[in-house]
């Protein structure tokens, strides 16, 4: 089975405050995402990426950095969090860009 | 206009009834298509593909009807445990990158 980690479950941080959001997958997976997922507005795409050390913007990239060192992690970088950015952010990964994505648990944000 | 536009419910089934809802997408060039559920405060999870004939999964049926762009999500003998959202999912080219587009979600509340 697919395994997909997120580092955190639920997360309170201050205005201000670095981020770091860690994603791994198990699957040998050449492709990553971050999406954010807030009521009525569904997912939005954050980043991507379809190989190490290369990134794509998403949707609504605006705040947010990613880093891709490793096949299997991909982090998500808040460099100064804002309130705006309290939201459930969810991980995935996928072997092709348009095949299934294994999505991660989800990591809850909390920005005070 | 949207990629991936559907109609978010919530759909209040009777336990045993049969549900049915739509998703229609923008993109005529679209080759896969996906249903995955999410379950309250959960991550995403693959319900099914959706061919191009159809497919069946028990009491899920996937149809896809590509010259009105849309596909279907039918649901039989509706139990408790199939209240959840319904996600559909459509491959998008988006500024040249070939990725998924989600769907915000039809909700499906089966009542007893």
């Known amino acids: 089975d697919v395994k997909v980690t997120q580092s955190s479950r639920y997360l309170v941080k201050r205005t201000g405050e670095k981020v770091f959001l860690e994603c791994v997958q198990d699957m040998d997976h050449e492709n990553m995402f971050w999406y954010r997922q807030d009521p009525g507005l569904g997912l939005r795409l954050i980043y991507f990426?379809?190989?190490?050390?290369?990134?794509e913007k998403g949707d609504i990239p605006e705040g947010y950095s990613v880093s891709r060192e490793k096949k299997e992690r991909f982090s998500l970088i808040l460099e100064s969090a804002s309130t705006n950015q309290t939201s459930m952010y969810l991980c995935?990964?996928?072997?092709?860009?348009?095949?299934?994505?294994?999505f991660g648990p989800g990591t809850r944000l909390l920005v005070l | 206009r949207k990629e991936v536009e559907q109609d978010p419910g919530p759909f209040n089934v009777p336990e045993g009834a049969t549900v049915a809802f739509n998703c229609t997408y923008s993109n005529s060039a679209s080759q896969s298509f996906f249903w995955y559920r999410q379950d309250c405060r959960k991550e995403p999870k693959l319900l099914m593909s959706v061919y191009s004939s159809g497919n069946e999964d028990g009491r899920f049926t996937a149809q896809l009807n590509r010259a009105s762009q849309y596909i279907s999500l039918l649901i039989r003998d509706s139990k408790l445990s199939d209240s959840a959202t319904y996600l559909c999912?459509?491959?998008?080219?988006?500024?040249?990158?070939?990725?998924?587009?989600f769907g915000k979600g039809n909700q499906v509340v089966v009542i007893p």
């Open positions: 990426s379809y190989d190490v050390k290369m990134k």
């Open positions: 995935a990964s996928s072997f092709g860009p348009q095949e299934t994505q294994y």
């Open positions: 999912v459509v491959t998008a080219v988006v500024e040249g990158n070939n990725r998924l587009a």
